[in-house]
């Protein structure tokens, strides 16, 4: 409760009011804010940039729990009137981006349930359970140094390696063939930037779980590009 | 002393910062030593970054057209 003296000199009490949301969003994340208030006016350019932005990005997540690409197509569409719905309400508290995602996780998990896709996403379960060394043992020697080293790459950057239409379809194949834990782990980690926490917390897996299976897909993906460059 | 292989097994553990300072020091001068554990730890890395690149599918048209209807509908 505020006081202030007013003009009769008497205290008279002060309702302020509380921060509204867009007072929230504009301290935490002023592009958001920006960005919702020209929703909100109905600016349209604004919503089909969103779209445009966001759209393959939410497929690409909604496929990490639903079998199907039609059900992750139904889950994508669903999230973007569940976000025309809720925007009203957007406090701003986490980001945009975190908000819609989580709209999505939320989404495409209990379609994948009601679809009875039973999806293991801890490590210590599931079929690769067992040891899975991140490089064939055979390419060490008996006492652990290398036999069959990996090559230099010297002129290979990240940029570089995506040039290549073959060396993203390489990347994207062999993602997708990868059991359910690691393909969830390494979409929302390394594809997406999520960090560790946010990840255990969408996929309901420990922080270590988390770390094996980020390791066994990331091992896996380098040796799938490690034996595409040395074919070409 | 860790082995090229040992240092295979712990490279994620090493690049999320989930070791004790003692087997960060261990890595660290594995990595000083070995030419091909930089190169295998130099692959993780351009890896790990391409997969940061790679880019989502475009939106087909048309549904991006229902969804600009919706959002009119919406604004209505």
Redesign the interface.
């Known amino acids: 409760m505020y006081y202030r003296t007013g003009p009769d000199g008497r205290v008279v009490n002060v309702q302020l009011p509380a921060p509204d949301a867009a007072d929230t969003m504009r301290a935490t994340h002023p592009e958001d804010a920006a960005l919702v208030a020209r929703l909100l006016t109905?600016d349209?350019a604004a919503?089909?940039s969103l779209?445009?932005q966001y759209?393959?990005?939410l497929?690409?997540l909604a496929q990490v729990f639903v079998g199907d690409r039609a059900a992750a197509?139904e889950v994508v569409?669903d999230t973007?009137?569940a976000v025309?719905?809720g925007l009203r309400a957007f406090e701003g508290r986490s980001g945009l981006k975190t908000w819609i995602f989580s709209i999505l996780t939320n989404r495409a998990k209990t379609r994948g349930q009601r679809d009875k896709r039973v999806v293991t996403f801890s490590a210590l379960l599931g079929p690769h359970a067992r040891e899975e060394?991140?490089?064939p043992?055979s390419r060490?020697t008996a006492?652990?140094?290398?036999s069959e080293?990996?090559?230099?790459?010297d002129d290979?950057?990240?940029?570089r390696?995506?040039l290549q239409r073959e060396?993203?379809a390489l990347?994207?194949r062999t993602i997708a063939g990868l059991p359910d834990g690691q393909r969830a782990v390494?979409t929302l980690r390394?594809?997406e930037?999520l960090d560790?926490a946010e990840v255990c917390n969408i996929l309901e897996i420990s922080e270590t779980n988390q770390?094996v299976l980020?390791?066994r897909a990331?091992?896996r993906?380098?040796s799938a590009?490690?034996q595409h460059l040395r074919r070409r | 002393m860790l082995t090229c292989r040992q240092l295979t097994e712990v490279i994620t553990d090493y690049l999320e910062g989930r070791m004790s300072i003692m087997d960060r020091l261990r890595f660290r001068a594995h990595i000083g030593m070995c030419r091909h554990c930089r190169a295998y730890l130099a692959q993780m890395k351009h890896t790990i970054g391409a997969l940061g690149r790679l880019p989502p599918e475009t939106i087909p048209p048309d549904v991006r057209d229902q969804l600009l209807a919706r959002f009119r509908d919406w604004n209505r």
């Open positions: 109905g349209e919503f089909r779209v445009e759209h393959g990005r497929l690409r197509e569409q973007w009137l025309l719905t060394p991140p490089v043992p060490f006492s652990g140094r290398w080293p990996p090559e230099q790459w290979v950057t990240p940029e390696l995506l060396t993203r990347i994207d390494v390394d594809v930037g560790a770390r980020l390791h990331r091992a993906i380098r590009l490690e």
